[in-house]
């Protein structure tokens, strides 16, 4: 366990500026909130795998390949320092940490850990040319439906791009209720969902893991639709305060409850046909 130490060292004088950089900077944001917690919970997922883990690399020979992975970490990570460049040196923590894994206890002990070090690739600031290239018309989407939503079971409503206007009250779509991040959030909680249930079948994880998309759409249209009827009903000063908060809560457990929903029918179309199927093979 003492070859354990250095290696925890080294990793703390090169990301504990990193962390610090992020708390104080672009994770303190309501966009980038979720990265702390990201983190937290991919520690938690190595944690929780590392018996299972040490296990299953015992007696396993070490991997070469690591070195390459190493190197490359590292050289991301300089980069991504002196530039500037979160990308890079967020996301050269996976490479470093798939390298040491492979140099100290093999590809076994990789593919313990592949869930927890691929879950921390929603924790990684994306570029912000990228971010507002896909904001923008996920933001047009969602207002679009919100407001066609809302029309329809009568409410007075009407839309200029992002802008909707319900009675005497105008509302701003933002990047935090319909953007990017917020579909990263979601998806990253439909993967944890997948990942703690464990399906053996193999449809149902691919199923459920494509259809998180449109229930996180699904989700942010949601949000935004009670954002606008709790300004509706209850005036600027609810939308934008304490209840503003709550539509927040209100956006991931809608969003949970409608993966557990689908989940349940894909279990439930998955029986019926591996039912038909061993009828047939049976006949």
């Not at 313990?112 to 018309?137: N, S």
Request: proline share 4%; net charge positive; aromatic share 12%.
């Amino acid at each position: 366990m003492l070859i354990w130490l250095p290696i925890i060292a080294g990793l703390a004088v090169l990301y504990v500026p990193t962390l610090i950089d992020l708390l104080s900077g672009i994770w303190s944001s309501d966009e980038q909130k979720h990265g702390p917690i990201v983190l937290a919970i991919a520690c938690w997922l190595a944690w929780r795998k590392w018996p299972a883990m040490w296990q299953a690399s015992d007696a396993q020979p070490t991997s070469a390949a690591g070195w390459p992975i190493f190197v490359f970490g590292l050289l991301l990570y300089a980069i991504g320092r002196s530039q500037d460049i979160l990308l890079f040196e967020v996301g050269s923590l996976i490479w470093l940490l798939s390298a040491i894994l492979l140099l100290t206890r093999g590809v076994a002990a990789l593919k313990a850990q592949w869930f927890a070090l691929f879950f921390m690739l929603f924790m990684i600031p994306l570029p912000g040319a990228i971010v507002d290239a896909v904001t923008l018309p996920m933001k047009m989407a969602v207002s679009y439906v919100a407001e066609h939503v809302l029309f329809w079971v009568g409410y007075p409503i009407a839309r200029t791009g992002v802008i909707l206007q319900i009675g005497q009250y105008k509302l701003l779509v933002a990047d935090a209720c319909a953007g990017l991040h917020t579909l990263f959030t979601l998806e990253a909680l439909g993967l944890l969902y997948l990942n703690l249930v464990r399906h053996d079948s193999l449809f149902r994880n691919v199923a459920l893991g494509i259809l998180i998309v449109p229930i996180s759409f699904t989700a942010n249209v949601f949000r935004v639709m009670v954002l606008t009827l709790i300004t509706f009903h209850f005036g600027d000063a609810a939308g934008q305060g304490f209840l503003h908060g709550f539509a927040g809560m209100v956006l991931f457990i809608s969003a949970l409850l409608m993966i557990i929903a689908v989940d349940s029918l894909l279990q439930l179309f998955d029986k019926r046909w591996r039912g038909r199927v061993a009828a047939r093979g049976g006949a």
